[in-house]
């Protein structure tokens, strides 16, 4: 099945938030924000801005009906700052004018005086100087001190991770709308409609009911709009509110790049232990995440990196830490992997320093510690259907690894100024949102008169395909033909209470809400079916869009549909689905978070060169736990792009902030994403053979983040690759692996 978005997509036909029609009359908004990373304001002048033709409002905080905060987890967050200003970009007031031309001018008319104070921007900085957004927290496993003492090998390092530009095609916008009775209608590219129409009522002061939030689909997220898309709806709703006019804000890429928070840096420092025989005995880490200003989502995604910092093994002691770091950077938020990628590559990092000190191939140790069936996770769950060791023997058996690292020796022993490199990258990864109350979804579900069916859930389509499952479940419940269905947009009028789409749960959450809808509509059509033929229920089924009897066909789906009708059947339904079995425990910090994990194996092999630095990804082959997939193409697309996406993470993209707290890799000169030339020439996915899960929406497992974190590999396989040309060469853990740190790698005398 075909991403039911593709024909749209290519003609340019799709309508995305800009695409919308605007009403006549509708105006426009433009932030301005903070010119200092951190200070006090003294004062502000808008007079000029105010006269300027065409300017109608400039709204700060004075100007809100409710309360001035934004922030979800923790209400750390004004929308617009008041007395102090805490990071370069933090808004401060909304200009609304006829023109985004006239908007522009006017935001460089507005003269502001600002008494700076001391700007922190690392975490490790932060955390000195006890500045903190929330208390840490630790995972905690056996007893780490007592096991190191009889360790035969233990090895410590510091590893850093830096942040990543989510860059989604379309920027942060809003489009707000006045209806009847004070309420409003709000177009808004966000992941989570349901928090931006409960904070828009907060900010108001009026009821959530008031606010009603439509998403027909968003040009990429990444996590980065799933909590950072609110403030900007809030502002224009705020606008409409107070002029009773529409308005409209979308931010252009500068405005996106420097206001917007990313993925969280992390600085950490780990501590490893193994015995004789290479089996990681103990583990230790302090993760400093660089949380930025205000908590946003970081305590959520400090939560999953401990839930993943031993990735795919079983480590039987283990102590790991988190920091939240408060920084004066733009608040970081969620992006792909939400906090998970940053885990796992410190515990690989650890790995690799091991083998490197022990002189043996990092994937011996990789192996032997691998999770195996009913195992502990560090957070308590056992390790049920575990298929780390299965992922890892397909990759072998299926791309030959011992006649890949053969033919890779060859190769370096016959060329001195070109080297390859290789390295494996097992990954598991829990699938369920971390807080258990968010683990629920709705479904409403209308058959119309003519057979037509509409489905409406809190699922957000933003390039995953989300959409296209959802058609395929609701149509494959129902036996019709795909062009029955009609996916609508999603609307918090409609199917309200939504958890966001993120957690690579949405499928899983959605579509059984969508199959509990189904399911009770097809029992009452099954009741009528069997009255019309005078039979048993269990002797109809549906399928070609027909009824069938026993395996005749009886008569069309529309007859069906039709007598329905006559006899007063509710032909509408509310689905609603929460996983069952999931639950934690926070004051013990054990429980069964999750109601299942994807595994998967990534081997990468890449060719530097050793004169300017500069380096190919070869070709990444890929055994992965699908389960059952209902759409494989989609799927294997969805893993492709999680692949290059962690590729870029780890090699090209390189947040940059000045000790001022400005951002310095502000346009796409001085920030690389992948383009098709640093993307792998050769991606190969097997998909693993496995049962898959009763909680996976038709036992097809969750697809969106866990491929993200395969990209890990391209770094120690460029570091595998150095050091066959630099023997000398002491492996150093700081990400991303330009080509300007591969360079100096590739000569450096430890």
Same mark, same amino acid.
């Given at each position: 099945?075909?991403?039911?978005?593709?024909?749209?997509?290519?003609?340019?036909?799709?309508?995305?938030?800009?695409?919308?029609?605007?009403?006549?009359?509708?105006?426009?908004?433009?932030?301005? %924000?903070?010119? !200092?990373?951190?200070?006090?304001?003294?004062?502000?002048?808008?007079?000029?801005?105010?006269?300027?033709?065409?300017?109608?409002?400039?709204?700060?905080?004075? %100007?809100?009906?409710?309360?001035?905060?934004?922030?979800?987890?923790?209400?750390?967050?004004? @929308?617009?700052?008041?007395?102090?200003?805490? #990071?370069?970009?933090?808004?401060?007031?909304?200009?609304?004018?006829?023109?985004?031309?006239?908007?522009?001018?006017?935001?460089?008319?507005?003269?502001?005086?600002?008494?700076?104070?001391?700007?922190?921007?690392?975490?490790?900085?932060?955390?000195?100087?006890?500045?903190?957004?929330?208390?840490?927290?630790?995972?905690?496993?056996?007893?780490?001190?007592?096991?190191?003492?009889?360790?035969?090998?233990?090895?410590?390092?510091?590893?850093?991770?830096?942040?990543?530009?989510?860059?989604?095609?379309?920027?942060?916008?809003?489009?707000?709308?006045?209806?009847?009775?004070?309420?409003?209608?709000?177009?808004?590219?966000?992941?989570?409609?349901?928090?931006?129409?409960?904070?828009?009522?907060?900010?108001?002061?009026?009821?959530?009911?008031?606010?009603?939030? %439509?998403?027909?689909?968003?040009?990429?997220?990444?996590?980065?709009?799933?909590?950072?898309?609110?403030?900007? *709806?809030?502002?224009?709703?705020?606008?409409?509110?107070?002029?009773?006019?529409?308005? !409209?804000?979308?931010?252009?890429?500068?405005?996106?790049?420097?206001?917007?928070?990313?993925?969280?840096?992390?600085?950490?420092?780990?501590?490893?232990?193994?015995?004789?025989?290479?089996?990681?005995?103990?583990?230790?880490?302090?993760?400093?995440?660089?949380?930025?200003? *205000?908590?946003? /989502?970081?305590?959520?995604?400090?939560?999953?990196?401990?839930?993943?910092?031993?990735?795919?093994?079983? &480590?039987?002691?283990?102590?790991?830490?988190?920091?939240?770091?408060?920084?004066?950077?733009?608040?970081?938020?969620?992006?792909?992997?939400?906090?998970?990628?940053?885990?796992?590559?410190?515990?690989? $990092?650890?790995?690799?320093?091991?083998? =490197?000190? /022990?002189?043996?191939? *990092?994937?011996?140790?990789?192996?032997?510690?691998?999770?195996?069936?009913?195992?502990?996770?560090?957070?308590?769950?056992?390790?049920?259907?575990?298929?780390?060791?299965?992922?890892?023997?397909?990759?072998?058996?299926?791309?030959?690894?011992?006649? +890949?690292?053969?033919?890779?020796?060859?190769?370096?022993?016959?060329?001195?100024?070109?080297?390859?490199?290789?390295?494996?990258?097992?990954?598991?990864?829990?699938?369920?949102?971390?807080?258990?109350?968010?683990?629920?979804?709705?479904?409403?579900?209308?058959?119309?008169? %003519?057979?037509?069916?509409?489905?409406?859930?809190?699922?957000?389509?933003?390039?995953?395909?989300?959409?296209?499952?959802?058609?395929?479940?609701?149509?494959?419940?129902?036996?019709?033909?795909?062009?029955?269905?009609?996916? =609508?947009?999603?609307?918090?009028?409609?199917?309200?209470?939504?958890?966001?789409?993120?957690?690579?749960?949405?499928?899983?959450?959605?579509?059984?809400?969508? @199959?509990?809808?189904?399911?009770?509509?097809?029992?009452?059509?099954?009741?009528?079916?069997?009255?019309? /033929?005078?039979?048993?229920?269990?002797?109809? #089924?549906?399928?070609?869009?027909?009824?069938?009897?026993?395996?005749?066909?009886?008569?069309?789906?529309?007859?069906?549909?039709?007598?329905?009708?006559?006899?007063?059947?509710?032909?509408?339904?509310?689905?609603?689905?929460?996983?069952?079995?999931?639950?934690?425990?926070?004051?013990?910090?054990?429980?069964?978070?999750?109601?299942?994990?994807?595994?998967?194996? *990534?081997?990468?092999?890449?060719?530097?060169?050793?004169?300017?630095?500069?380096?190919?990804?070869?070709?990444?082959?890929?055994?992965?736990?699908?389960? !059952? $997939?209902?759409? +494989?193409?989609?799927?294997?697309?969805?893993? =492709?792009?999680?692949?290059?996406?962690?590729?870029?993470?780890?090699? @090209?993209?390189?947040?940059?902030?000045?000790?001022?707290?400005?951002?310095? $890799?502000?346009?796409?000169?001085?920030?690389?994403?992948?383009?098709?030339?640093?993307?792998?020439?050769?991606?190969?996915?097997?998909?693993?053979?496995?049962?898959?899960?009763?909680?996976?929406?038709?036992?097809?497992?969750? &697809?969106?983040?866990?491929?993200?974190?395969?990209?890990?590999?391209?770094?120690?396989?460029?570091?595998?690759?150095?050091?066959?040309?630099?023997?000398?060469?002491? !492996?150093?853990?700081?990400?991303?692996?330009?080509?300007?740190?591969?360079?100096?790698?590739?000569?450096?005398?430890?």
């Amino acid at each position: 099945m075909k991403n039911k978005d593709s024909y749209n997509h290519l003609r340019g036909e799709s309508i995305f938030l800009d695409d919308i029609t605007i009403q006549q009359d509708t105006l426009f908004g433009l932030v301005y %924000d903070s010119p !200092k990373a951190h200070g006090k304001i003294k004062h502000i002048d808008y007079s000029k801005a105010l006269a300027l033709a065409g300017v109608e409002a400039i709204f700060t905080a004075k %100007d809100i009906t409710g309360e001035n905060q934004i922030g979800g987890i923790i209400p750390d967050e004004p @929308l617009f700052a008041t007395d102090e200003v805490h #990071f370069m970009g933090q808004p401060i007031a909304l200009i609304v004018a006829k023109s985004d031309q006239i908007a522009k001018k006017a935001r460089e008319l507005i003269q502001i005086k600002i008494e700076e104070l001391p700007v922190i921007t690392g975490a490790k900085e932060a955390f000195d100087k006890n500045s903190f957004v929330c208390d840490p927290r630790t995972f905690t496993l056996g007893e780490t001190a007592d096991t190191f003492e009889n360790c035969t090998y233990v090895f410590e390092d510091e590893v850093f991770s830096n942040g990543q530009e989510h860059l989604y095609l379309e920027t942060q916008g809003a489009y707000a709308v006045p209806q009847e009775n004070g309420q409003l209608k709000v177009y808004s590219s966000t992941q989570g409609p349901t928090a931006v129409q409960k904070t828009i009522a907060k900010v108001l002061g009026v009821a959530m009911h008031k606010i009603e939030v %439509d998403v027909n689909r968003l040009g990429g997220g990444f996590g980065g709009k799933e909590d950072q898309a609110t403030p900007w *709806a809030v502002m224009a709703a705020l606008a409409a509110f107070l002029l009773n006019k529409s308005v !409209k804000l979308v931010l252009n890429r500068h405005d996106d790049l420097r206001m917007t928070g990313k993925r969280h840096p992390y600085e950490s420092r780990f501590k490893i232990g193994l015995d004789h025989d290479y089996k990681i005995k103990a583990f230790e880490v302090d993760f400093y995440q660089n949380s930025g200003a *205000a908590a946003d /989502l970081s305590p959520a995604i400090a939560e999953r990196t401990l839930f993943h910092a031993t990735n795919s093994y079983f &480590v039987p002691n283990v102590r790991t830490t988190v920091y939240n770091c408060k920084t004066n950077l733009p608040p970081n938020t969620a992006f792909r992997g939400f906090g998970g990628p940053q885990g796992m590559f410190v515990i690989e $990092s650890a790995i690799q320093k091991a083998a =490197e000190a /022990l002189n043996i191939d *990092a994937s011996v140790i990789q192996k032997k510690n691998l999770f195996q069936e009913n195992d502990t996770f560090s957070y308590g769950q056992i390790a049920t259907a575990a298929l780390a060791q299965k992922a890892w023997e397909t990759a072998e058996e299926k791309f030959n690894t011992t006649a +890949l690292r053969t033919a890779l020796n060859d190769f370096n022993k016959t060329h001195k100024t070109t080297k390859k490199g290789l390295a494996i990258m097992p990954i598991c990864f829990g699938i369920s949102f971390t807080n258990t109350p968010m683990n629920h979804a709705r479904a409403l579900v209308h058959i119309y008169q %003519d057979g037509s069916v509409g489905v409406s859930t809190g699922a957000v389509e933003m390039g995953q395909s989300v959409n296209t499952k959802m058609l395929k479940v609701a149509a494959n419940a129902f036996g019709i033909s795909l062009d029955k269905v009609k996916i =609508e947009t999603t609307n918090t009028t409609r199917v309200a209470n939504t958890s966001p789409t993120a957690a690579s749960s949405t499928a899983d959450l959605n579509g059984k809400a969508v @199959l509990v809808a189904t399911d009770a509509l097809n029992e009452r059509l099954k009741e009528v079916a069997a009255d019309m /033929l005078n039979t048993s229920v269990e002797n109809i #089924f549906f399928d070609e869009d027909a009824v069938f009897q026993n395996n005749i066909k009886k008569f069309s789906w529309e007859t069906l549909i039709a007598e329905a009708m006559l006899r007063r059947v509710a032909l509408t339904e509310n689905g609603h689905y929460a996983t069952p079995d999931i639950h934690f425990d926070k004051t013990k910090e054990k429980g069964h978070p999750f109601a299942y994990h994807v595994y998967g194996n *990534a081997i990468t092999e890449v060719t530097v060169d050793c004169i300017r630095g500069t380096y190919e990804i070869d070709k990444v082959q890929i055994v992965h736990d699908f389960g !059952k $997939s209902m759409t +494989l193409g989609i799927d294997i697309g969805q893993v =492709e792009g999680a692949l290059v996406q962690g590729i870029g993470w780890m090699t @090209l993209e390189e947040i940059g902030f000045d000790k001022n707290g400005k951002l310095i $890799s502000n346009v796409l000169s001085t920030y690389k994403v992948p383009d098709v030339f640093s993307a792998p020439k050769k991606i190969s996915v097997l998909p693993l053979e496995t049962e898959g899960h009763k909680h996976a929406i038709l036992k097809s497992k969750a &697809v969106g983040e866990p491929p993200l974190m395969y990209g890990i590999g391209s770094y120690f396989a460029i570091q595998d690759a150095i050091k066959a040309f630099n023997p000398n060469y002491k !492996k150093v853990f700081h990400s991303p692996y330009t080509p300007e740190k591969v360079l100096l790698d590739l000569y450096k005398k430890n």
